[in-house]
């Protein structure tokens, strides 16, 4: 009996590590000296639906391609030698003409498609490098549970795509910059400890939370910033009706207006969405963070309202801080 006790326990403590560690690592290096030279030729030699998480070790340099990690690949890690230094980077746009001679979108103009759940990364600039040509996005996300850690989105408009009503996605100590509803769409979306510089005067955010979700972009502990000369910012405006931003003890700098937030008026097919769009903060600080000539239909939390801010009610239980 003790033998058979003995075997279960191993095969438990094996079937468990196998689920922590990376059971494969590919390096990618412009130099030739790893696994691969291109990012997205070492993404498709993993195996589809592998049993773990697949670590992807880039090393310093500029990687100028346009990247898909398909859904048929989960737990996928893109760890950068240098977030400053390994530069995923492309240019399309809205507008641009693509090899079938067709005018891509927005939603294909990304430079790194997340279509996979469980991707992580780390370390990495991700750069559309397109600015002023048309909506441009660098970071497009529709998987569940994704991270991103130290690392920087750069773009114009429309630089991260938070993409589909069932993904959460989790963003910790980067830094985000861009021009016109930089942060956008569905998602439920945390953005921790994060610096988000506007490069124009524009809306930072432009959320479209569905109906039935109760959280869209929450921000923890961030810091607002802007290029030179730029005085004229919202912190949002709605994309759709039931959009939900919450921004909690960030720090805002004089370039946010006093009024805060945008209601999006011309949208013929969704008309009044202030009326049902959910705007709040609470501790706000620095030039932009007083709230006294706030438009009346935001809101103001209370000490008592933060005990629904927490990581494990925002993401249905779902830790990304113990990733």
Same mark, same amino acid.
């Given at each position: 009996?003790?033998?058979?006790?003995?075997?279960?326990?191993?095969?438990?403590?094996?079937?468990?590590?196998?689920?922590?560690?990376?059971?494969?690592?590919?390096?990618?290096?412009?130099?030739?000296?790893?696994?691969?030279?291109?990012?997205?030729? +070492?993404?498709?030699?993993?195996?589809?639906?592998?049993?773990?998480? +697949?670590?992807?070790?880039?090393?310093?340099?500029?990687?100028?391609?346009?990247?898909?990690?398909?859904?048929?690949?989960?737990? #996928?890690?893109?760890?950068?030698?240098?977030?400053?230094?390994?530069?995923?980077?492309?240019?399309?746009?809205?507008?641009?003409?693509?090899?079938?001679?067709?005018?891509?979108?927005?939603?294909?103009?990304?430079?790194?498609?997340?279509?996979?759940?469980?991707?992580?990364?780390?370390?990495?600039?991700?750069?559309?490098?397109?600015?002023?040509?048309?909506? +441009?996005?660098?970071?497009?996300?529709?998987?569940?549970?994704?991270?991103?850690?130290?690392?920087?989105?750069?773009?114009?408009?429309?630089?991260?795509?938070?993409?589909?009503?069932?993904?959460?996605?989790?963003?910790?100590?980067?830094?985000?910059?861009?021009?016109?509803?930089? #942060?956008?769409?569905?998602?439920?979306?945390?953005?921790?400890?994060?610096?988000?510089?506007?490069?124009?005067?524009?809306?930072?955010?432009?959320? +479209?939370?569905?109906?039935?979700?109760?959280?869209?972009?929450?921000?923890?502990?961030?810091?607002?910033?802007?290029?030179?000369? #730029?005085?004229?910012?919202?912190?949002?405006?709605?994309?759709?009706?039931?959009?939900?931003?919450?921004?909690?003890?960030?720090?805002?700098?004089?370039?946010?207006?006093?009024?805060?937030?945008?209601?999006?008026?011309?949208?013929?097919?969704?008309?009044?969405?202030?009326?049902?769009?959910?705007?709040?903060?609470?501790?706000?600080?620095?030039?932009?963070?007083?709230?006294?000539?706030?438009?009346?239909?935001?809101?103001?939390?209370?000490?008592?309202?933060?005990?629904?801010?927490?990581?494990?009610?925002?993401?249905?239980?779902?830790?990304?801080?113990?990733?």
């Amino acid at each position: 009996m003790k033998k058979i006790f003995l075997i279960f326990f191993i095969s438990i403590t094996q079937f468990l590590f196998a689920e922590n560690e990376s059971y494969i690592k590919i390096t990618v290096a412009k130099d030739g000296s790893g696994d691969f030279t291109s990012i997205q030729k +070492a993404i498709n030699s993993i195996r589809d639906l592998g049993p773990a998480e +697949a670590l992807i070790f880039i090393k310093s340099g500029t990687y100028n391609e346009k990247i898909v990690i398909p859904s048929s690949k989960h737990k #996928i890690t893109l760890e950068g030698e240098n977030k400053d230094n390994t530069i995923i980077t492309n240019n399309d746009f809205s507008g641009k003409l693509d090899s079938f001679n067709e005018k891509m979108t927005t939603f294909n103009s990304y430079t790194l498609l997340v279509m996979g759940d469980d991707i992580k990364i780390s370390n990495l600039t991700i750069q559309n490098s397109s600015c002023n040509e048309g909506q +441009a996005v660098s970071l497009h996300v529709e998987g569940d549970r994704f991270i991103i850690k130290n690392s920087k989105i750069l773009g114009c408009q429309d630089t991260i795509y938070s993409a589909t009503n069932h993904s959460r996605q989790y963003f910790e100590n980067c830094y985000i910059e861009g021009t016109t509803d930089f #942060i956008f769409g569905q998602a439920t979306v945390v953005f921790k400890n994060c610096t988000i510089k506007s490069l124009a005067d524009s809306y930072i955010t432009a959320a +479209a939370t569905e109906s039935d979700r109760q959280y869209g972009f929450v921000f923890f502990n961030c810091q607002l910033t802007a290029k030179e000369g #730029i005085t004229k910012v919202y912190l949002g405006r709605p994309w759709r009706p039931y959009a939900k931003t919450v921004f909690i003890n960030t720090e805002m700098g004089k370039h946010i207006l006093p009024e805060g937030w945008n209601p999006w008026k011309g949208d013929k097919m969704f008309p009044d969405k202030e009326k049902t769009a959910y705007y709040a903060e609470f501790g706000s600080k620095s030039d932009g963070g007083n709230t006294t000539n706030r438009v009346n239909w935001s809101h103001q939390l209370t000490k008592k309202d933060l005990k629904n801010y927490t990581l494990e009610k925002i993401f249905n239980d779902w830790k990304p801080e113990h990733n």
